[in-house]
Every structure is written in structure tokens, then in C-alpha cells.
């Protein structure tokens, strides 16, 4: 189950679920207001927070990512060097790590466990989008769940973040 928690002195609201991660709404941030409109305050409030893992979902809310568990990581550390030598190999593409949020035609600022770009693709991409979230929507990405404290609402928010990327176009 959910609980909100909402602080008087800071108009924000959280959903903490048992799936792992914290969802924040944040008042007068909706789907309306455009990505470069948030994007610039989320970038900030990313850099402000540099030792959290957000994401920010189309409507707005912003997802706090707790910390991978030893299985999940080690994992994700093999599937990523694996992706990375590929990559490599093929000189077909870029591949990215988890810290890197990917901005989805959506609004949603995404951070897949691994993903990967076609060269020309990433090429296309200004140099200063670059620096921040990239609008661009990866050709692979992958998420792992390995430890899961609730099975049922884990894979259901799983389910609803590949579905995300399906409709960007991954």
C-alpha cells in the first residue's frame, strides 16, 4: 500500500510505496506545462539532490529511487559492461548506465538500468542537450527487478515504465 505524506511548511505530496520508490507531486507541475518548462527546474533540483536517483513522470511527479539491492546490482553492473564491450565491438552506438536521464517526448525524464543509442542517432543530438537530459529516446533499454519487497506492485510499475518506453518509441 500507499501512504501520502505532506509537510505544512513545503506544499508537496508523496506517495512512499513498498515497491521501492517514493513518488513526490509537486503542486502546479501537470502535463500542460511544457518539458523545457520543467526540465530546467528538474535539472536544478537534480543537481541540488545530487545523492538521490529521481525521475520525473509525464504528469508531473517526481520518483525517488532507492538504492538497488546487491543481486539487482551486481547484475546490472555485468549486463552493463556486456553492453558496454558490445558497443565497442560494433562501433554501431553509444550505451548508457543508469545515471543518465533520457527526456521522452512525454515530458518524463527517464533513467533505465541500461540503454543504448544508434551512433547517428546520438550524433543528431545537440552538444548542449548533451549535458543535461538528452531528448532523445533510446533504441534499447533494459530494467531489471531482482529483489522485490512486493512482487504484484513491483511488476505492475515495471509493466507501466516498459509501457512508457514502448509509446516513446523504443
Known sequence: RSRSVASEATPIAADVGLGGEVVLR??????TCTTEEFGGEFWELCQ????LQLEKNSDGSVVIKTPAGSESSRINSNFTTLLGM????????VAFDSSFGFKLPDGSIKSPNASWIRQDRWDAVPADA??????????????FVVEIRSPPDAARKLRAKMQEYLSAGV
Open 26 to 31: 509537486i503542486p502546479g507541475k501537470s502535463k
Open 48 to 51: 541540488l539532490n545530487p545523492d
Open 86 to 93: 558490445w558497443r565497442l565491438q560494433s562501433r554501431s552506438g
Open 130 to 143: 548533451k549535458k543535461r537530459f538528452a531528448p532523445i529516446v533510446p533504441d534499447f533499454v533494459v530494467e
